[in-house]
C-alpha cells in the first residue's frame, strides 16, 4: 500500500514500481481495479484506491494503463518503457485491463464512471459525429465496429487512435464485464450452491434492456429500465410473474429446459420511454 492507491511490483533490486516516488509510471490501474474484483482488499484501501484511479487514470479515450507514460527505456521495468509514450502499455488504454475496470465500476455501483467508461471505450461512441471535438472517425482512425486491443494515451503523439483491432481477447472480456456486471447476470457460488444472480448495475443512457443468457440449458430473459436504477435501493425481483426474494436464480428450481422471465425494478416509477430498447445477448454456460 502507498497511502492512496496499491503498488504494482518491484524490480530485481527491490525498488518498487507504482509509487508515490516514480516520476514515470507512478500509478498503474490493475492493482486498484483488482482491489475491488478480487475482495483482497480492505474497504478503505479499496475506496481509496478507486479515487485515485478516477483521479489519475480515466481519461477520454478510455482508462489507462498505467500514468504518467514513460519517456525513457527501463531495462530494469522491461518492455513497455521501449513504446514511445502514450502508445500500447506505455501510458495508453489496454483494452483488457479497461474492461476489468468496467468491472470494478460496476461491482462498486459507481454508476457514473461505468458510464465515462464505457463512454470512452465504444468505438461507435468514439466515432459519433460531436466526439472528440467533432473529429472521432479521424482521431480513431479504426473500424467503428469492433472492439481495438488498444488506444493512444493522452502523452501520444496521435491521443485516441485505436489499435489491434479485431483482438478477440479483449472483445470477449468486454462483452463478458458487460453482460455479467452492467447488465448483472452472472454465475455465483454461495454456501447454498452455484446460481445466476440477477444485479445490475445499469448505465441509464441504456433505457430499456430485454436481454437474454443461456444459463444451464435455460433461457433466461431479463427485463428493466435502467433509468430506474438505484444503488441505495435493492433490487426486486419477478420471475415468471412471481416475485422472489433473493438475487440468486437456483438451476433446480426450473424445469429442464425451461424458459425463465425476470423483471427487475428498483421501487421507482419508469419514466417516458427514449426511442427503441436497448437490447443485448449472451451464449456462455457456467
Not at 441505495?232 to 433446480?252: F, S, Y
Amino acid at each position: 500500500w502507498d497511502g492512496e492507491w496499491f503498488r504494482c511490483a518491484t524490480r530485481d533490486d527491490g525498488r518498487w514500481i507504482g509509487t508515490r516516488e516514480n516520476t514515470e509510471g507512478r500509478i498503474y490501474l490493475n492493482p486498484q481495479t483488482w482491489a475491488t474484483l478480487s475482495d483482497a482488499a480492505g474497504v478503505h484501501r479499496a475506496d481509496a484506491a478507486w479515487q485515485s484511479v478516477k483521479a489519475h487514470l480515466l481519461a477520454p479515450m478510455g482508462p489507462l494503463l498505467l500514468a504518467p507514460a514513460y519517456t525513457e527505456p527501463d531495462a530494469g521495468i522491461g518492455y513497455i518503457t521501449r513504446y514511445a509514450p502514450g502508445l500500447r502499455e506505455n501510458g495508453g488504454v489496454y483494452m483488457h485491463a479497461a474492461a476489468w475496470a468496467l468491472g470494478a465500476a460496476c461491482k462498486r455501483k459507481d454508476v457514473e464512471a461505468a458510464e465515462r467508461i464505457w463512454r470512452s471505450v465504444s468505438p461507435p461512441r468514439r466515432c459519433a459525429a460531436g466526439s472528440d471535438g467533432g473529429d472521432g472517425v479521424r482521431r480513431y482512425q479504426a473500424e467503428p465496429y469492433v472492439t481495438p486491443g488498444n488506444v493512444d494515451g493522452p502523452a501520444s503523439a496521435l491521443p485516441g487512435r485505436a489499435g489491434w483491432t479485431w483482438y478477440t481477447g479483449s472483445a470477449a472480456w468486454l462483452n463478458r464485464v458487460s453482460l455479467e456486471w452492467v447488465l448483472g447476470i452472472r454465475p455465483v457460488w454461495t454456501r447454498e450452491g452455484t446460481g445466476l444472480l440477477i444485479d445490475p448495475c445499469p448505465l441509464p443512457s441504456l433505457g430499456q434492456v430485454d436481454v437474454t443468457r443461456t444459463w444451464r440449458g435455460l433461457a433466461v430473459r431479463v427485463r428493466f429500465d435502467a433509468r430506474e436504477y438505484s444503488a441505495a435501493m435493492p433490487a426486486r425481483l419477478t420471475v415468471n410473474g412471481a416475485q422472489v426474494e433473493g438475487g440468486v436464480l437456483r438451476a433446480d428450481d426450473f424445469p429442464e429446459g425451461g424458459a425463465i422471465d425476470v423483471r427487475v425494478d428498483w421501487g421507482l416509477r419508469t419514466r417516458p420511454a427514449l426511442g427503441r430498447p436497448a437490447a443485448a445477448s449472451g451464449r456462455t454456460k457456467a
